[in-house]
């Protein structure tokens, strides 16, 4: 069974790559999203668990920042230029898994004052359900297309050229 590259990572280096690239932010993200559920249904916007939240979701956005910026050069763009992809479910994986980034750094950047100042607290307060529960849509996708075995579609036409 040939697997997608982000299984690979995944799988390579246990426990290690598991942690750092999957339980870290979805760890992160998840606690995010219980915690917001608990601000919004309570509408209590300030006191520790707002800050645990805001702590959180800075360290979510820098530390994702963190992984897609040593995965993009190192994986994404030599398994794009040599051609060294496992069909098309390998690239929705890889790529869905590194769009986290458009959700999390921008989650980062709200709590840090960086975006968003203009608008109100209950904006900002929709702003950061959506980009936490945008990235847990996408890393959902990545995990599900992640754990497809690539060779159960290797024999479609327009990909042919992409099989390893």
Same mark, same amino acid.
């Given at each position: 069974?040939?697997?997608? *590259?982000?299984?690979?990572?995944?799988?390579?280096?246990?426990?290690?790559?598991?942690? !750092?690239?999957?339980?870290?932010?979805?760890?992160?993200?998840? =606690?995010?999203?219980?915690? $917001?559920?608990?601000?919004?249904?309570?509408?209590?916007?300030?006191?520790?668990?707002?800050?645990?939240?805001?702590?959180?979701?800075?360290?979510?956005? !820098?530390?994702? =920042?963190?992984?897609?910026?040593?995965?993009?050069?190192?994986?994404?763009?030599?398994?794009?230029?040599?051609?060294?992809?496992? =069909?098309?479910?390998?690239?929705?994986?890889?790529?869905?898994? !590194?769009? #986290?980034?458009?959700?999390?750094?921008?989650?980062?950047?709200?709590?840090?004052?960086?975006?968003?100042?203009?608008?109100?607290? $209950? $904006?900002?307060?929709?702003?950061?359900?959506?980009?936490?529960?945008?990235?847990?849509?996408?890393? *959902?996708?990545?995990?599900?297309? #992640?754990?497809?075995?690539? $060779?159960?579609?290797?024999?479609?036409?327009?990909?042919?050229?992409?099989? *390893?």
């Amino acid at each position: 069974m040939t697997m997608t *590259h982000y299984m690979s990572l995944l799988a390579d280096n246990q426990p290690w790559n598991l942690i !750092l690239f999957m339980a870290i932010p979805v760890i992160f993200a998840e =606690t995010i999203t219980v915690t $917001e559920f608990i601000l919004l249904f309570t509408r209590k916007l300030d006191g520790p668990l707002r800050a645990f939240n805001k702590i959180c979701s800075i360290l979510a956005g !820098l530390y994702f =920042t963190g992984i897609f910026l040593y995965l993009f050069p190192t994986a994404f763009v030599p398994l794009t230029v040599n051609g060294e992809w496992h =069909t098309w479910v390998d690239v929705v994986a890889v790529g869905f898994y !590194l769009s #986290g980034v458009f959700f999390l750094l921008p989650l980062a950047l709200l709590e840090l004052g960086i975006i968003g100042r203009k608008r109100s607290g $209950e $904006e900002r307060l929709k702003l950061h359900f959506v980009l936490v529960s945008g990235f847990l849509v996408v890393a *959902h996708i990545a995990m599900i297309f #992640g754990m497809i075995d690539p $060779e159960i579609v290797g024999g479609m036409d327009s990909m042919s050229n992409m099989n *390893h």
